[in-house]
């Protein structure tokens, strides 16, 4: 494999990729044994990921810098052909869920394997192939639109994330301006962003009513493989953390604001956790890549070759750019069993987070991509594969020295205590969409007021120093995961109590405790959700209890924190 910057990349011609699967289907389905149908479905998954490993490259690339033309156009025709290619990739799935030896191939693959095939024809039809290309080009919109917004501010040009290093700042002044400058570049587009989403509503709601179901929540849930559990078990887990969380936060951010000295917590003092100034890296980009390898290599053998793997290859784009795309992501490579990782860089302790959780993803998908054999099942539901990323931030908790020097234990306060408090938020966000789709006809103005009772609800210490903007509830907008991921957040809320679990394991027992988490990555998506957290001898999150069980040594962890005694 080459580095990812000389990797080739070739518009995929649509017309022959089906063609070829379709031939592929056919042949497959005279399959007179398993041995032969295996091989063919084998030889299926290789011409998909032709296709899918040249969109994941025009898509990086485009992410890279979302004004390159060429790019551009190329997501936009790839978004515009894959509706139609996935209508023969339904037709793959049917054939594996009709064909004589489906019971053969869940045997060597698990239940789960004919499952998702069963579910791939209830979620796609060509009924719905427009709608999904409208979709794609309003996101496409969306990411534009937020990754052009930059500001003038003292004497620089700043994005959103460049704000953000400035809202840590030890001079409240500084973090207030910031603050306002972060607020006006939203109410700047929020219009625009309204409008947006408006229209993604619409088309959800669309493709939801074509299909059958009752409302777009039903179809988000299984969009998303979620058989598990439904939306009335997730607004129980919702209310264990409102019951058991929601409190121990309030005691945080209290002891922050007496920390910090101010008589009100505003939202811009909210990521200040020290008055003398956040721990933050203690060397450059280059710097921290080396010692995030340089760890990886103490931490296990596999963890070691991993990192060799994507710094041989330069699988990272890290670095904030103006036109990059916002946020941070870990994405595949399937031809090259390759993962790819992506962040914006502000020199806080967020970039080693970054180095952290995003790791923890990209290694999930290189040791589970070599050890199971076809790539359907290398790869679970988001609820899982977040287990596998924030579980890594917890077991790099020994080797932060490497990335903070001095200000180690003051980054390890910060992590934990963040762990915690951001779950509310996460709930919020999960809320909000429900809420949304219960009642898709509601105005941007009543959306507005929807989050702003939500943040009483789930995060009653957020004061917004009287903007209008958010105080009338603006703050939704800057979360991409409503307009990208529908219903993608709950997942990290879900994962981080047993993270917390798991870290709770390593602190007695770490070599115990990586053995269930490598065990749980190698698993991949072999297994449905409940049985995966089984594999790795984790609790169900939704039985009652089981947040407090989790949570309840990471409180006791902080409240005994000598950062905790103001």
């Not at 937020?146 to 994330?161: I, K, L």
């Not at 539901?381 to 080797?399: D, K, L, R, V």
């Not at 004061?463 to 907008?477: I, S, T």
């Not at 800057?478 to 602190?507: N, S, T, V």
């Amino acid at each position: 494999m080459d580095k990812f910057s000389q990797l080739e990349y070739a518009r995929p011609d649509i017309e022959t990729a089906k063609k070829e699967l379709n031939a592929a289907i056919d042949e497959f389905l005279q399959a007179s044994s398993y041995e032969q149908a295996r091989e063919l479905y084998v030889h299926t998954e290789k011409l998909d990921a032709q296709f899918s490993t040249m969109y994941t490259i025009a898509s990086i690339r485009n992410t890279m810098d979302t004004s390159d033309e060429f790019y551009d156009g190329e997501i936009n025709y790839l978004n515009s052909v894959v509706p139609e290619y996935m209508l023969v990739m339904k037709r793959a799935s049917q054939a594996l869920t009709e064909s004589s030896f489906k019971d053969e191939f869940a045997k060597e693959f698990g239940s789960i394997f004919i499952k998702s095939a069963e579910n791939a024809q209830r979620i796609m039809s060509e009924e719905i192939a427009e709608d999904l290309v409208m979709e794609s080009n309003l996101e496409q919109e969306y990411s534009k639109t937020v990754a052009s917004c930059s500001t003038d501010f003292r004497g620089g040009q700043c994005n959103f994330y460049g704000l953000l290093k400035h809202m840590q700042s030890t001079d409240r002044e500084e973090r207030k301006e910031a603050f306002l400058a972060w607020a006006q570049l939203y109410e700047g587009v929020s219009e625009k962003l309204d409008g947006l989403y408006d229209q993604l509503i619409g088309i959800r709601v669309r493709m939801a009513e074509k299909l059958g179901f009752n409302n777009y929540t039903e179809l988000a849930y299984l969009n998303k493989n979620r058989f598990d559990y439904k939306a009335e078990d997730v607004a129980a887990f919702r209310e264990q953390v409102r019951t058991v969380i929601v409190p121990a936060c309030e005691r945080i951010f209290e002891l922050q604001r007496r920390r910090l000295g101010i008589g009100e917590l505003h939202y811009y003092d909210e990521s200040l956790v020290f008055p003398q100034g956040n721990a933050e890296p203690i060397g450059d980009m280059d710097y921290l890549i080396k010692s995030a390898g340089d760890m990886y290599s103490e931490l296990s053998k596999e963890t070691g070759e991993f990192f060799g793997f994507m710094t041989k290859h330069e699988l990272f784009d890290l670095k904030t750019r103006p036109n990059k795309h916002m946020g941070g992501y870990c994405t595949f490579l399937e031809s090259y069993k390759a993962p790819f990782i992506f962040s914006n860089f502000n020199g806080t302790s967020a970039d080693v987070d970054v180095l952290t959780h995003e790791a923890g993803h990209a290694f999930q998908a290189y040791v589970a991509s070599r050890t199971l054999p076809i790539s359907a099942i290398t790869s679970s539901t988001s609820e899982i594969n977040e287990i596998h990323s924030m579980t890594m931030e917890h077991f790099a908790y020994p080797y932060m020295k490497k990335f903070f020097g001095e200000k180690a234990d003051e980054y390890l306060y910060a992590h934990l205590t963040s762990a915690l408090t951001t779950i509310p938020y996460l709930v919020s966000v999960d809320e909000f969409q429900h809420r949304v789709f219960e009642n898709p006809q509601m105005s941007a103005k009543d959306r507005r007021k929807v989050w702003r009772d939500i943040e009483g609800k789930y995060m009653p210490w957020r004061d917004y120093d009287g903007n209008e903007f958010l105080e009338e509830g603006g703050f939704w907008m800057q979360k991409q995961h409503i307009f990208l991921y529908p219903f993608y957040y709950i997942d990290y809320a879900l994962a981080q109590i047993c993270a917390f679990e798991l870290y709770g394991r390593m602190k007695k027992d770490p070599k115990l405790a990586w053995e269930d988490y490598y065990r749980l990555c190698r698993a991949g998506g072999s297994k449905g959700y409940f049985e995966l957290l089984e594999v790795a001898n984790l609790h169900n999150p939704f039985k009652e209890g089981s947040v407090e069980a989790a949570v309840a040594g990471i409180i006791e962890e902080i409240e005994a924190s000598p950062f905790s005694k103001v």
